[in-house]
């Protein structure tokens, strides 16, 4: 268990190519990644792909785009892993972009960033004209692109000594309700990789324009080997590649068990299931621990380049999401809320500095989210300090703890618990077909809810929806 734990300190102080070049000098011909492709499935060795990012990394050099923005469009494919990590290898800053925004919103991204280079899969190729600014462009696929140089007899990249650990290395775009996302500048320092848990297989279904690409890169430091998917394509995948473990939203995780019940697919190759940034649904924990499937909850922010705590067997507590990882420090405010300090934390909001100062202020980073950790350094989440509901008597109350606490509800499909007209309101989603006898025990539920809590936190008002909550581009319901 030790040495999972220990990655970040045997990676430290080496930059992305750096760690590329120990990952393949160490594993050599073991599998690394695998993906569908032309009808079959394709296996990549860490010598091998450690050869594809050099190659690619020359090419780039060869266009002076060391120092510069190299904009990717974020579809799991191995093109685009293999340009990712290409692009920081040799000194530019990757970006990975969810090019399915609102045309308006990608726009404004890439003019924010002002890349050298933009990427694109063939899906993304009618938007050039209206993203592409000055810009050049590659494909991933075709005549003269990332395919054909990773095909070609092209120069190896040699490291030089000439990217520093302080050099921007990935720039993420936060996700969120807000109409302006913030972009996140994170260094080779802070992309060191962690601890994991060593399992066989692992599949990478969430885009890599979301920080879990730092756990994709965890994997690869730890040894596991991963399949390249994503969200269309993860049935099909899990059925031909059977991996063991698995980071998702409770939303695919409900899909998963849905799919398990119906008999479409076999989740019994899995592990361990990690639930990243939602509340849990009713019973997911007890259907997969009968399965035999570790399930878990972690941690973790796009500033503070992916988890903050880990979740492994023998070190976990329900109800937490986590104990708090030895990669770095984790307090308290007086306020409640969660600070974090460590390598791994961002250098800042690109051309932000009053936000990242506001972020960053002593020396911490602050996470808008509260919670306590408790004697045996667990983390619980109690929710955002921006959710906090302030009555007019004074109290205080969280809108995720009360949700969390009417998710129970069988019935409840999606909520969100908000402060309206100096009272509690849940907005509800039964889900599709709802009946009118299931909005009759919701009310029943929310009851029986009222009685065991203060009057204060009681829910005096209920809206049930005809749609799902909108979304993020990770998933997560838009507040």
């Not at 990549?44 to 923005?69: E, I, K, N, P, W």
């Not at 994991?196 to 599949?203: A, D, G, H, R, T």
């Not at 307090?331 to 972020?359: C, H």
Request: glycine share 8%; with cysteine; hydrophobic share 40%.
């Amino acid at each position: 268990m030790k040495k999972h734990l220990m990655l970040h300190e045997e990676y430290q102080g080496l930059t992305v190519f750096q760690m590329l070049e120990k990952m393949a000098g160490k594993f050599q011909e073991r599998q690394v990644l695998s993906y569908w492709s032309g009808g079959q499935a394709i296996s990549v060795s860490y010598t091998d792909f450690f050869q594809d990012v050099r190659r690619l990394a020359a090419y780039f050099d060869g266009l002076g785009l060391c120092g510069h923005r190299v904009v990717i469009d974020g579809r799991n494919t191995y093109e685009q892993i293999t340009a990712l990590f290409a692009a920081m290898s040799m000194g530019a800053a990757a970006v990975p972009l969810c090019f399915d925004l609102p045309l308006e919103d990608l726009q404004q991204l890439v003019r924010r960033l002002n890349p050298a280079l933009i990427i694109y899969d063939e899906e993304s190729r009618e938007l050039l004209p209206d993203i592409r600014l000055n810009a050049r462009t590659l494909a991933c696929l075709g005549a003269s692109s990332i395919r054909s140089v990773l095909d070609g007899n092209g120069l190896l990249y040699q490291d030089d000594g000439r990217v520093s650990l302080s050099q921007p290395a990935l720039i993420l775009a936060t996700s969120g309700s807000l109409s302006q996302p913030k972009l996140v500048v994170h260094s080779h320092q802070s992309f060191q990789p962690h601890g994991n848990q060593p399992l066989q297989s692992s599949i990478f279904v969430l885009p890599m324009y979301h920080v879990v690409v730092t756990r994709l890169f965890n994997d690869m430091a730890g040894g596991t080997p991963s399949c390249l998917s994503n969200f269309r394509q993860a049935l099909f995948d899990i059925q031909w590649y059977h991996p063991q473990k698995v980071f998702a939203t409770p939303n695919l995780i409900t899909l998963l068990l849905k799919q398990d019940r119906m008999g479409a697919l076999d989740i019994g190759t899995f592990r361990s299931i990690t639930n990243l940034g939602a509340p849990e649904t009713s019973g997911m924990t007890e259907a997969l621990n009968a399965r035999g499937i570790f399930y878990c909850s972690v941690y973790g922010t796009t500033e503070a380049c992916g988890a903050i705590t880990y979740s492994v067997p023998g070190h976990y507590r329900a109800g937490s999401v986590g104990k708090i990882g030895p990669w770095n420090e984790v307090r308290i405010s007086d306020q409640g809320e969660i600070l974090v300090r460590g390598n791994d934390i961002m250098q800042g909001y690109l051309d932000d500095p009053e936000t990242t100062g506001e972020a960053l202020a002593d020396g911490w980073y602050h996470t808008g989210d509260t919670g306590y950790i408790d004697e045996d350094g667990f983390l619980y989440i109690i929710g955002r300090m921006k959710n906090i509901i302030i009555l007019s008597n004074g109290e205080n109350v969280s809108a995720e703890a009360v949700e969390k606490k009417l998710i129970a509800c069988e019935e409840i499909k999606e909520v969100i618990v908000l402060g309206e007209n100096d009272q509690i309101s849940a907005h509800i989603w039964c889900g599709e077909g709802r009946k009118e006898e299931g909005e009759d025990q919701v009310r029943a539920f929310i009851t029986r809810y009222n009685e065991t809590v203060p009057s204060y936190q009681a829910v005096r008002n209920i809206v049930f929806r005809e749609k799902p909550f909108p979304k993020t581009t990770s998933g997560k319901i838009k507040r």
